[in-house]
């Protein structure tokens, strides 16, 4: 026997006991994982509920409506072109196709643009031509300018220019200004009744007066 003084031999843990330990505690962490689990859940869920996803960037080059150089009435892929008017567009693609036939290609040189960039375009030119009233001549405001609308394109080189005041009014494409040969918007009435008088400059053109 052990005296009241001796150190007693720890007490061995019955089998039974340390089964349940080991279960309390696996049981303590399942608690503790599915705890972050569902605030990270709920977290997730609130991020996505309140903070929708954004539409895609229109950032890429050219989105502003400014044109590369080459480009053509054909191609889909630059906005200055496919953000005309559909009709606009239709009555282009059949007129350079069948300017094509005598070897003359379409190149565009300014189609439809974004209000930010015309009224970049009318800063500079105010800039350019030193008077805001004669700028006015050449460049027209986000707000009256057709070519925000999708309504005009300008169109080069000079064969081009030249073969559309022959031919436009056969598809209704019109020469609007007489100060700007390579601006043209759709005249659908063109076709039977030619183009209408052109207008000197935009400063002449009602539409500019809004």
């Known amino acids: 026997m052990f005296s009241s003084t001796q150190a007693r031999p720890p007490a061995r843990r019955s089998s039974a006991t340390v089964i349940s330990l080991v279960v309390g505690v696996a049981v303590m962490v399942a608690a503790v994982v599915g705890f972050l689990g569902d605030q990270q859940s709920a977290a997730s869920f609130s991020a996505t509920s309140e903070a929708p996803a954004l539409p895609p960037r229109q950032d890429g080059p050219g989105a502003d409506g400014s044109v590369p150089d080459g480009v053509t009435v054909f191609d889909d892929d630059i906005p200055a072109v496919v953000n005309l008017d559909a009709d606009l567009l239709a009555a282009l693609r059949q007129a350079a196709t069948d ?46 300018s057709p070519h925000v609308q999708g309504a005009a394109i300008d169109v080069g080189p000079w064969a081009a220019i030249s073969w559309l005041s022959e031919h ?17 918007e759709l005249r659908p009435d063109a076709v039977d009744g030619g183009c209408p008088a052109m207008y000197t400059d935009p400063t002449q053109d009602p539409r500019m007066q809004q």
């Open 99 to 144: 300017a094509a036939d005598e070897g003359i290609t379409f190149v565009v040189t300014s189609g439809w643009r974004s209000a930010g960039y015309q009224d970049q375009l009318l800063r500079d030119a105010v800039t350019e031509y030193g008077s805001a009233a004669e700028a006015a001549r050449w460049v027209a405001t986000p707000d009256t």
């Open 168 to 184: 436009g009014a056969a598809y209704g494409l019109c020469q609007v200004y007489a100060n700007e040969s390579w601006h043209y």
